[in-house]
């Protein structure tokens, strides 16, 4: 990181800013088709907005994020790794329609302050044309207010929080993955199915995050959450370790866990569970699953037999050796971000969440306008990312601020998530 602590594209940091130029020049691309070409946008615009619109000239499109790249979160950074390599891979295949994409990546280290601080320098200082796939449940609510009131898109946040599907009250805020109480209520399906007389303790960050899983059991199990769920224990992103909430919950005589943590906290919960000998069934969230984040670190022996929900397909499957889509992916990782592990999951994360804003831009046609950026974020019809689990895929409409709604349980058998089951709603 600079000085400035933000990642631009550049010939310089080819690794990096490759995977944000990408995406952003995807979107691009379909937002600022030429008049040359004859096309009309979908909004009824014509002409170019080159010019009209913060972030948009005729040679370049500028959009920003803030990303923990330091912290207790450190290991999210490789989202923002991702999506500047994505993009540096479309720049580098001459960007859209003679734009190139810059990706301003600014590092907030996980804290909601410096996440304000970051995201002003980058409406206010850079002019970026909208925010884009910013990290965590807490910085991305520190700014939802600003960016809504400022009119500038906060798109495909990366965090399923359920508040950023509320386009009456914040109509410039969309996310992009599974909502957490989406995920723990297809838990609660799962469990009530293949577990009936199970005994739950939860593990759960204080926070709006981990509260969402919470609050999903509550709604998932109804009027029976005080007889399936014995037991809650919360845990502080300032906490050295998370080792006392786990011997109290053993002690509480459970035989399911349900963790909702980050990576760093994920790892140390499969690590204590193992160390003393309690063997609960254990439901931990998608959102600490990267096996070379999270379980590699914490043991792959210690993470065998752990389930969560997925929504994209698991790299180290050898199922998919033959997966084309799969197959595109290694060899983007291959060329554009040689020194990290194509097993990471926060980088097939990264990869299908700027396809998909690869896809909005495009549909965008000649009008770059933030409004018909968010509409078309908003228009989104059974799209289908190339690493999605069969079966899911992308709907948002004018009322429909939830992009991704299904996942099917995975079980880590020691190298890999195996799916089982049927793709599963919350209904």
């Not at 998909?356 to 289908?384: P, Y």
């Amino acid at each position: 990181m600079s000085k400035r602590n933000w990642l631009v594209v550049s010939s310089k940091l080819p690794s990096l800013l490759g995977l944000a130029a990408v995406t952003g020049a995807l979107l691009i691309a379909g937002c600022n088709k030429k008049k040359t070409e004859g096309s009309s946008s979908s909004s009824g615009a014509s002409g170019d907005t080159a010019g009209a619109m913060p972030g948009i000239t005729a040679t370049e499109i500028k959009i920003g994020q803030s990303m923990p790249y330091s912290g207790p979160a450190s290991s999210y950074g490789a989202i923002g790794k991702g999506d500047v390599a994505y993009l540096k891979m479309i720049n580098d295949k001459g960007g859209i329609n003679g734009r190139k994409v810059n990706l301003i990546s600014l590092d907030d280290g996980y804290n909601p302050a410096k996440a304000v601080e970051q995201t002003r320098k980058l409406v206010e200082n850079e002019g970026v044309a909208f925010v884009f796939n910013s990290v965590g449940t807490a910085n991305n609510t520190a700014v939802q207010s600003y960016l809504n009131q400022k009119k500038v898109p906060q798109l495909f946040v990366a965090t399923g929080a359920d508040k950023w599907a509320d386009p009456a009250k914040n109509p410039w805020t969309i996310g992009w993955q599974p909502s957490y109480r989406t995920e723990s209520k297809i838990y609660v399906r799962y469990l009530m199915k293949e577990k009936p007389d199970a005994k739950v303790c939860v593990l759960y960050q204080n926070d709006d995050f981990g509260k969402d899983y919470l609050n999903g059991l509550h709604e998932g199990f109804g009027d029976k959450f005080d007889k399936y769920v014995i037991k809650t224990v919360s845990y502080e992103v300032t906490d050295p370790t998370v080792d006392s909430q786990v011997v109290t919950l053993q002690a509480a005589g459970c035989d399911v866990l349900v963790t909702a943590a980050t990576p760093k906290f994920a790892a140390g919960v499969i690590r204590k569970v193992f160390d003393i000998d309690w063997k609960p069934l254990h439901l931990l969230s998608n959102v600490a699953v990267s096996i070379t984040a999270v379980l590699k670190p914490a043991g792959l022996d210690k993470s065998t037999g752990i389930i969560t929900g997925l929504y994209l397909k698991d790299p180290s499957d050898p199922g998919l050796k033959d997966d084309p889509g799969m197959n595109d992916y290694r060899a983007w990782v291959k060329q554009y971000l040689p020194d990290l592990d194509p097993a990471d999951g926060n980088l097939v994360y990264a990869y299908s969440s700027t396809t998909t804003l690869v896809k909005v831009l495009t549909a965008c046609g000649n009008d770059l306008s933030r409004e018909n950026i968010m509409k078309q974020a908003a228009s989104l019809s059974k799209f289908v990312v190339p690493l999605a689990v069969p079966g899911v895929e992308i709907n948002t409409s004018a009322t429909n601020f939830r992009p991704i709604s299904q996942m099917q349980l995975g079980r880590f058998n020691g190298t890999n998530f195996e799916r089982f089951g049927e793709v599963l709603s919350a209904n």
